[in-house]
């Protein structure tokens, strides 16, 4: 489905109705970013990931050097990704006087070695490696790698520019709130969408340790709007302007362009399926829980993430994956998302699905067979 940016701001600025307890929620998140919204920003952040549109071009194969090496570690690795433990920071909060700024806390994350040899039987057969690179103004796009399941995808991406990359922000900061992005000063603005409408919100990491100013090594961690269909293709959207994005104006011209980002087939999924006690979907990748069957919650409850508690991983050596933990602070996890009555998450490491004895979400355990 293509959108153009006019269309998108018509979605942007549409007056939705939501409850005061997901409007708090949503307060509470924000502060936690160091950023302030409404309810209109709220839900413009829910729909950004459709404002996108874009082309690259596929390179030759004769003249690419396949990596899975590299974005199995970049992706699910530790080499150039730090743990924190729980942080404080001061945020503005917009307002004046004693309010002016508030102290957050921010939670742990924990990133381990990754298992090569798991990486590629669990999803090597499903990376794409043939790089996608578009040469956009003075910036070059390169796509190196892309994978993804029903639920979310991965996205390993470099940006450059002589001189300095100016479309893109990013630092240890953003990486620990919220994810890299868009600058007024950018031409473009790009993000994944599928043939069948669905888009991706997403969070990109900035790798710090291989970045330049001149070329920014990107990891993109994605979930999908809703669950993709049988044959639903992901496709990068790029749009285009013939000036930067603080000078769009509601009548400038902007061309937007698509590419399918990988001939490969998506990670198969697994699922649990308890009927009303519980529903949920699993991968080496990502996963997607129903919040409206065995929790014990209303169905406006469901819809709001504040209520997931925590998501643990067991494995049959009885080692574990703390994948959140709400009550000890920790976010073991890349990306994020509420879809209606859906949790979604992306894992910050891989997991081995062959060797999962349960996973639990509140207290609420699947068994895995």
């Not at 269309?7 to 997901?22: G, P």
């Not at 920003?41 to 690419?64: K, M, N």
């Not at 009885?318 to 920790?330: A, F, G, I, M, P």
Request: net charge negative.
């Amino acid at each position: 489905m293509k959108r153009s940016e006019k269309e998108i701001k018509e979605i942007l600025n549409q007056d939705i109705q939501i409850s005061d307890v997901v409007e708090t929620r949503i307060q509470e998140t924000y502060k936690q970013l160091g950023r302030k919204t409404s309810r209109r920003r709220a839900r413009r952040v829910q729909r950004i990931a459709a404002a996108i549109a874009a082309v690259c071009l596929a390179v030759p194969g004769v003249v690419y050097a396949s990596s899975k090496t590299e974005f199995f570690q970049a992706m699910f690795g530790n080499e150039t990704r730090e743990s924190n433990g729980i942080l404080e920071r001061e945020v503005d909060t917009g307002k004046k006087g004693k309010d002016a700024k508030v102290t957050v806390t921010l939670p742990s994350k924990e990133y381990v070695p990754v298992d090569e040899e798991l990486a590629e039987r669990a999803v090597g057969a499903y990376v794409s490696e043939e790089p996608i690179v578009k040469k956009i103004g003075s910036h070059t796009l390169t796509v190196s790698s892309f994978v993804y399941d029903k639920n979310g995808a991965m996205m390993y991406f470099t940006l450059e520019r002589e001189g300095g990359v100016t479309a893109l922000a990013g630092d240890k900061e953003t990486n620990l709130t919220k994810g890299a992005y868009f600058t007024d000063e950018a031409e473009f603005y790009f993000n994944c969408e599928t043939k069948n409408g669905a888009f991706a919100g997403e969070n990109t990491y900035i790798d710090t340790k291989k970045s330049t100013a001149d070329k920014l090594y990107c990891y993109s961690y994605m979930l999908w709007s809703e669950p993709l269909k049988d044959g639903d293709v992901p496709e990068l959207m790029l749009e285009t302007y013939p000036c930067t994005r603080k000078e769009l104006k509601e009548e400038t011209k902007t061309e937007t362009e698509k590419i399918r980002l990988t001939d490969k087939d998506p990670v198969p999924v697994k699922k649990v399926d308890m009927g009303d006690k519980g529903y949920l979907e699993y991968s080496p990748i990502a996963m997607s829980v129903d919040m409206a069957k065995g929790m014990g919650l209303s169905k406006e409850e469901a819809a709001d993430p504040y209520y997931l508690e925590k998501i643990e991983v067991t494995y049959k050596d009885k080692e574990s994956y703390v994948v959140c933990d709400k009550e000890k602070n920790v976010e073991n996890s890349s990306y994020q998302l509420g879809a209606g009555t859906y949790y979604k998450t992306v894992f910050n490491r891989l997991v081995d699905v062959d060797q999962i004895e349960k996973i639990a979400v509140n207290g609420v355990e699947f068994a895995v067979k």
